[in-house]
């Protein structure tokens, strides 16, 4: 699938071109985002030992960094078994149980996921009357209308279900919802929770500074505000769909820069620039965490 998104992105735009736009990037710009990254691994590191504080762990913020890192690396292979390594190597090196680990993770990703929700909301704000009169061109207002409350009653009626489930895929579906809850609001509970706060909105800002700082790496690439957020969270959502975002982040991007009268090619070049810098940062700092964990723990029992 990532080889037919590839060819299919590249058939926006001509191979010389592409390359043409890569050879005469302004790369500043790009290290000045990929700084931005670097900074949100190291917040990420540095926000895990809040989680793991209460459970009675902590761990050294070096193998905490490097673990963050190989996950990330781990990641690009194979989706979301990232999160199984970075645990993993707390459990080797730092003596924490896998579950316990894990378990602070899965946490952390019910933050990430409040604070896209965020950025999206943030989004609508900046851009309701954009996003509002792109919908009523492409769409009937009445369906959309009706659409909604089709599944705003529909939510309500699924959820008294929920609640009433004493067995079966519903009790499932009921414990995994409270777990959501509870693991959202331990959050609020921990005694740095302000700090760990401070740290999530760090990591998200940075993310969003990457995007924005590389803009300039294109000569005559103009992008509002309002683009810049709505082409990250079209990366975003693309990154989580596939392995690291390969072949449908340039198409994501380009297609939501296309809504900002952006021209295709340096629309989709952008994208390539982006993703190509942010993976080969990933395989870099992964790669050589994944050297250094046994080297700086080499006394450590495993």
Known sequence: MGGILVWYSISKISFPVLVSYFKEAKYQWIFLGLFFGILSHLSR???WK????????TPRFTNSVLAVLVGYLVNL???RAGEVSRAYALTNYENIPFEKG???????RIADLIMMLLIVALTLFVQFDFIYNLLTENFNPAKIGIGFVFLVIAFFVF???VKKATSGILLKIKTFILGVVEGATSILKMKNKWAFIFHTIFIWVMYVAMFWATVPAIDGLEIPFGGILIGFIAGGFSI??????IGIYPIAVAGALALFNVETEPATAFGWIMWTAQTAMIIVFGGVAFILLPILNKNKNV
Do not use: D, H, K, Q
């Open 159 to 161: 959820s008294s279900f």
């Open 50 to 57: 809040f989680m793991l504080a209460p459970l009675g762990y």
């Open 240 to 245: 989580a769909a596939t392995n690291g975002g």
């Open 45 to 47: 590191a540095y926000r």
């Open 77 to 79: 292979a194979v989706p």
């Open 102 to 108: 894990f378990g602070t993770i899965v946490a952390e």
